[in-house]
C-alpha cells in the first residue's frame, strides 16, 4: 500500500469515529437530516463534524448501528 493510500483510509476511520462519538441528540438530528437531503448536501451537513470525506449512505449506516438509536421498520428514531 502506499502512503497516500494509509492516508486515505487512516481519515476515512477517524472521520467514521467522529459521526459515530456524537452525543444521542446530535446523532438524532444528523440522522434526520441525513434522511431528508441529497448527497450533494451530505459534505455541508458533515462539516461541523470534520468528516466530509464520508458518503451519506455510509454515514446512515454509520449511525443505524448506534447501540442507543433504535430503528423502527419504518425508520423512526427512537431512544
Keep these: 500500500m502506499s502512503p ?4 486515505q483510509k ?9 459521526i459515530l462519538s456524537q452525543s444521542t441528540g446530535t446523532a438524532i438530528l444528523l440522522y434526520e437530516e441525513l434522511k ?3 448527497d450533494d448536501m451530505t459534505a455541508a451537513l ?13 454515514a446512515l449506516e454509520l449511525l443505524k ?3 442507543d ?3 423502527t421498520s419504518d425508520e423512526a428514531v427512537k431512544f
Excluded at 10 to 18: A, M, N
Design 65 to 67: 448501528h448506534r447501540s
Design 10 to 18: 487512516f481519515v476515512e476511520v477517524i472521520s467514521c469515529l467522529k
Design 69 to 71: 438509536l433504535q430503528l
Design 36 to 38: 431528508q437531503t441529497t
Design 46 to 58: 458533515l462539516e461541523p463534524f470534520d468528516a466530509t470525506t464520508i458518503e451519506r449512505d455510509r
Design 4 to 7: 497516500n493510500c494509509i492516508f
